[in-house]
């Protein structure tokens, strides 16, 4: 299927691994353009450089913190014509309302909340004078499958999840589409990590992890692919008629209610 991407600019940020960095490997197939963002100036340029050799398209890097308002205006203004904006910066940690005081829920939502709003707000008035453009917000199931040992997350993901739909509501007024992705566990280096802590306590190998995600759907955590796959087709024309909606990828466990 021709998405018909080809040439589109595209802004990924937290983009230096897990599904940032697979997002950004789907639309360079697709032949986009790609500004790529994170903190990591060191892993954005190596990724750079590997997508410009295997598939010969554009990719700039910019690293930014969007805790700073500064790095976001920065950052905008390299973004100033994109077409796709992918939000997905974001190290919102576990924890329960006890254990999470008010400096860790502020700075994890400088991130991940305002960084997203903040960013969003600039990028959309440059997308709304040309009259185009498509907002991905990368948010999380733990909006909609609430954990209180989580709750910081969960409250989190649940704001951007209310923030797209409204803002996605009405977006198309401006000719811009605003969807949200909700990815339940994706294998990425931080789930990783977490198993293998768990298998070696549980297990006494960490190398035994994978058996640990035998309680997920299909005996496994997704793939950062099988997020970014379906963010590229959201992104495109095929999808034209999608705004203000949640798309949640987490193989049915919202859907259990358990």
């Not at 960084?115 to 917000?137: F, Q």
Request: glycine share 10%.
């Amino acid at each position: 299927m021709d998405l018909h991407l080809r040439g589109r600019r595209v802004l990924i940020t937290g983009a230096s691994k897990g599904i940032g960095a697979a997002a950004a490997r789907a639309f360079a197939e697709e032949g986009c353009r790609l500004l790529i963002a994170s903190r990591n100036a060191s892993a954005l340029e190596q990724l750079a450089q590997q997508l410009r050799a295997e598939y010969g398209v554009e990719v700039l890097t910019e690293a930014a913190d969007l805790r700073s308002a500064d790095d976001i205006a920065r950052l905008a203004d390299s973004a100033h014509d994109v077409d796709v904006l992918v939000n997905n910066a974001g190290d919102i940690p576990s924890g329960s309302l006890e254990t999470v005081d008010e400096a860790m829920w502020r700075h994890a939502w400088e991130l991940k909340v305002f960084g997203y709003i903040n960013l969003t707000r600039r990028v959309y008035a440059a997308m709304k004078s040309r009259g185009r453009g498509v907002i991905i917000n990368d948010i999380g199931a733990a909006g909609e499958r609430v954990d209180a040992s989580s709750i910081t997350a969960s409250a989190g993901n649940a704001a951007l999840m209310a923030f797209s739909r409204a803002l996605g509501s009405r977006s198309l007024a401006d000719g811009i589409r605003v969807v949200g992705v909700n990815p339940g566990p994706v294998e990425t280096d931080r789930l990783t990590t977490l198993f293998k802590a768990q298998a070696r306590q549980r297990l006494g190998d960490e190398g035994r992890y994978r058996e640990l995600m035998a309680q997920f759907p299909m005996g496994r955590a997704a793939s950062p692919r099988e997020i970014a796959d379906a963010m590229v087709f959201l992104a495109s024309d095929r999808s034209s008629y999608t705004s203000g909606v949640i798309v949640t990828i987490d193989g049915g466990l919202c859907a259990t209610g358990l």
